[in-house]
């Protein structure tokens, strides 16, 4: 079963700027991929996906504009860059594979397992 490692989090001032890592175990090639974060007291959102080929992309309104998604196969990785990062993205960050990259982030649905999750604060 593939498996994926989140990395990249840390603190972060509000404005500053952040790139996650979802390192997979096995080749990616075939795999939509999604990245998702819950903060306490809510529940797991989606927050971008990108599809198998990097064809597809899409955002929660909450990041347009702000946070970028990525992928690089050859090194089974997909990165989620983070810019001008705000108080309310502070979160656990999951990266999950995810059946397709289409339609609104609330919908994904995962078909893989979670990963251990990368912590991102933002605090003066």
């Known amino acids: 079963q593939l498996q994926l490692v989140e990395s990249g989090g840390g603190l972060v001032q509000p404005g500053g700027s952040l790139r996650l890592s979802c390192t997979a175990s096995n080749t990616l090639d075939y795999s939509s991929i999604g990245w998702f974060r819950q903060a306490p007291g809510k529940e797991r959102e989606g927050v971008s996906c990108i599809s198998s080929s990097g064809g597809s992309t899409q955002y929660a309104d909450s990041v347009k504009g702000r946070f970028t998604i990525s992928r690089d196969n050859a090194k089974n990785t997909v990165f989620l860059q983070m810019n001008s990062l705000k108080s309310e993205d502070a979160a656990v960050y999951y990266c999950?594979?995810?059946?397709?990259?289409?339609?609104?982030?609330?919908?994904?649905?995962?078909?893989?397992?979670w990963g251990q999750g990368t912590q991102v604060t933002v605090s003066s």
């Open positions: 999950a594979r995810i059946l397709r990259c289409l339609g609104p982030v609330s919908g994904l649905i995962v078909s893989g397992s």
